[in-house]
Nanobody
Framework: QVQLVESGGGLAQAGDTLRLSCTAS????????MAWFRQAPGQEREFVAS????????FYADSVKDRFTNSRDNNKNVVYLQLNHLKFKDTAVYYC?????????????????????WGVGTLVTVSS
């Protein structure tokens, strides 16, 4: 069992930077691939970024590629999402998710139905 708690959301202006954190409790954090999804008001949840168990491999949605950076610290049981050059369309609730992984790929964690555990989300609001 893994519990995930996101933090770091808030109000930002377009062009600003935020860093989201997701702290995991439970055992074997380093056995889980991690991912971020987001859900904007009135829209479906969408994939944002994922990172492999070792942190060596990452995968991003085209909409955030080159602006967001996903990283993890397996010693601290934390995964981070750095949001650079924020845009109004980045406004959403951001969710952290985990799934047990048997390889060091990131792309396989880009589908929400494959994720085993979810956090409750943190709201990011970007004003234009």
């Amino acid at each position: 069992q893994v519990q995930l708690v996101e933090s770091g959301g808030g109000l930002a202006q377009a062009g600003d930077t935020l860093r989201l954190s997701c702290t995991a409790s439970g055992r074997s954090f380093s056995s889980y691939a991690m991912a971020w999804f987001r859900q904007a008001p009135g829209q479906e949840r969408e994939f944002v970024a994922s990172i492999s168990v070792s942190g060596a491999n990452t995968f991003y949605a085209d909409s955030v590629k080159d602006r967001f950076t996903n990283s993890r610290d397996n010693n601290k049981n934390v995964v981070y999402l750095q949001l650079n050059h924020l845009k109004f369309k980045d406004t959403a609730v951001y969710y952290c998710a985990a799934n047990m992984a048997y390889n060091d790929y990131a792309r396989t964690s880009s589908v929400s139905s494959t994720m085993d555990y979810w956090g409750v989300g943190t709201l990011v609001t970007v004003s234009s």
